[in-house]
C-alpha cells in the first residue's frame, strides 16, 4: 500500500541516495527521475512515492544544513502567539505611518507599511503572510483614523512581558536642607497585558542617567520584556537605551508625537496615581520618604488590589504567566549592559586613550578598533569588547611598571 504519512528518515535518506545514481545529465533530470519511484519501508511494507519538488526540498535542506533538518523538529514558535491580532496590528499601523512618505494620491502604499513591520520586528512573515495583511488591512479599514482608533482603544497583549509602557510625570516639588524647592520627576513602567506597575520612582532630574536607573529597576524586579513602547523625549530615544535594547534583544519603539492616546495604559494609570496618592500626601521629608511611600502604594494599594479593565489584580494577573518570565541575573555582566559604549583605536603598543588618562588592553589588540564600556558615574573601571566578544578589564598604563617587566612580557 502507498501512504502519505510522513516518512521515517532512513526512506528520505534512500531518496537522496538515488539521485546520484539516476540517469539524468542535470540534478533537476535526476530528481525527476527520483519522483517516477517507489520506496519501500522494509519494516512496516509501506510504499513511498513523492512529488520532485518534495524531494528538491529535502536535498536543499540536506545540503544547507546537514542530516539533521531532515528529522521531524518542534515548532520554534511553539507556545507562542503565531498571529496578530487587529487591536495589535492598529497599534503598530498608528506607529508606523508617521514614519513614512505618500504617493502620489496621498496615500502610504500598504505594500511599504507591510516591509516596515517586518523590518522593525512588530510582527514576522510567518505570523502575518502578506496577502493577510492586506486583506486585513482593507476589510477591517485599518487605515482610516477613525476604525484605528477603536482598534487601539481595545488593545492588550495577550501574555506578561510582551509589551512595557514607560513614560514621566511631574511630580511634587520638594524643599532641599538648604530650603531651596526642586522639582521632581516620577519615572514608571507598565506590563500592557497584566497592567502591573513593573517599577517606578521619583528623581529631582528627568534626565538618561535616572531613566536608565529605573529601567535596570524595573527589569531586575519582572523579568525582561519582548518590546518596550516609550514616548518620544529626549530620555527615551538617547543612545544608551537604545544599545540597552539591543544588548538585551529588546523591540524598542516610540509614539507618535503628540498623541497621548497611544500610551493610554501609562497615561491612565498617572492619573490614578495623582488622584490617589499625591493628593493623600502632602508634605515629604526628603526624596527617599517620597519614594518609599510610592513603593509601598503601588505594591499595596495599585498591584495587589482588584483592577476592572483585567477583572483581578495586576500582580494576579501577571503570575498566570510566571513560566514565560525570563528574569535577568545580578551580576556585573547584567550591569555592563546599561554601560556607555564608546569606540576607541588601539596603538602600536596596545593602549588607548579615554578621559585624557591611557589605559592598556588586557590582550593583544594592536591596531583594533575596540569598544569601552564603563558604568557612567565611575570613571576607573573599563571593560574593552572586540567583534562582540568581551576580554576583561583594561589596565591603567603604568610606565616604570613596564620598564621592569621581562622584555618577552611587553614586546
Known amino acids: 500500500m502507498t501512504s502519505n504519512k510522513k516518512p521515517p528518515l532512513i526512506i528520505r535518506l534512500q531518496v537522496l541516495a538515488a539521485i546520484d545514481y539516476v540517469p539524468g545529465a542535470t540534478v ?130 495577550l501574555h506578561a512581558n510582551e509589551l512595557w509602557q514607560g513614560d514621566t510625570m511631574y511630580g511634587p516639588s520638594l524643599r532641599d536642607a538648604n530650603g531651596r524647592w526642586k522639582k521632581t520627576f516620577f519615572i514608571a513602567f507598565i506590563d500592557d497585558a497584566s497592567r502591573l506597575i513593573t517599577h517606578g520612582e521619583f528623581f529631582y532630574h528627568d534626565n538618561t542617567e535616572n531613566m536608565i536607573d529605573a529601567f535596570r529597576s524595573a527589569l531586575y524586579k519582572r523579568g525582561k520584556p519582548e518590546r518596550l513602547y516609550f514616548d518620544n523625549g529626549s530620555n527615551y530615544r538617547s543612545t544608551a537605551i537604545l544599545q540597552a535594547c539591543m544588548r538585551l534583544d529588546i523591540h524598542l519603539s516610540h509614539a507618535p508625537v503628540r498623541d497621548g492616546a497611544a500610551k ?27 519614594n518609599q511611600l510610592a513603593q509601598e502604594w503601588i505594591e499595596n494599594q495599585y498591584n495587589t488590589q482588584y483592577h476592572s479593565g483585567i477583572q483581578m489584580a495586576p500582580l494576579q494577573r501577571f503570575n498566570l504567566d510566571h513560566a514565560r518570565i ?67 578589564l583594561a589596565r591603567r598604563l603604568n610606565l616604570s611598571l613596564n620598564a621592569r617587566l621581562p622584555k618577552e612580557k611587553h614586546s
Open 264 to 290: 493610554g495604559k501609562i497615561e491612565r494609570f498617572f492619573r490614578g496615581f495623582r488622584d490617589r496618592f499625591l493628593v493623600m500626601h502632602l508634605e515629604f521629608d526628603s526624596l527617599e520618604h517620597l
Open 326 to 392: 525570563h528574569y535577568l541575573a545580578q551580576d556585573e555582566f547584567t550591569d555592563e549592559v546599561f554601560y556607555v559604549e564608546e569606540n576607541r583605536q588601539v596603538s602600536k603598543v596596545n593602549v588607548f586613550s579615554i578621559n585624557a588618562e591611557r589605559w592598556e588592553c588586557p590582550v593583544d589588540l594592536r591596531g583594533k578598533t575596540i569598544q569601552i564600556r564603563y558604568d557612567r558615574q565611575r570613571r576607573d573601571r573599563y571593560i574593552v569588547y572586540f567583534n562582540g566578544q568581551r576580554y576583561g
Open 28 to 157: 533537476r533530470e535526476r530528481i525527476k527521475a527520483v519522483s517516477q519511484q517507489t520506496f519501500i519501508d522494509r519494516e512496516t511494507g509501506i510504499r513511498y512515492v513523492f512529488t520532485w519538488r518534495t524531494i528538491s526540498t529535502w536535498l536543499y535542506r540536506y545540503k544547507k544544513d546537514g542530516i539533521t533538518t531532515l528529522e521531524p523538529k518542534t515548532r520554534s514558535d511553539k507556545q507562542r502567539q503565531r498571529k496578530v491580532a487587529l487591536p495589535q496590528l492598529a497599534e503598530a499601523l498608528n506607529d508606523a505611518l508617521p514614519k513614512l512618505g505618500k504617493n502620489k494620491v496621498g496615500k502610504t502604499p500598504k505594500s511599504a507599511l507591510y516591509r516596515y513591520l517586518l523590518e522593525h520586528n512588530y510582527f514576522t512573515r510567518q505570523q502575518l503572510a502578506r496577502t493577510t495583511f492586506y486583506r486585513f488591512v482593507n476589510h477591517h479599514h485599518l487605515l482610516e483614523s477613525e476604525t484605528n482608533d477603536k482598534l487601539r482603544t481595545a488593545f492588550a497583549m
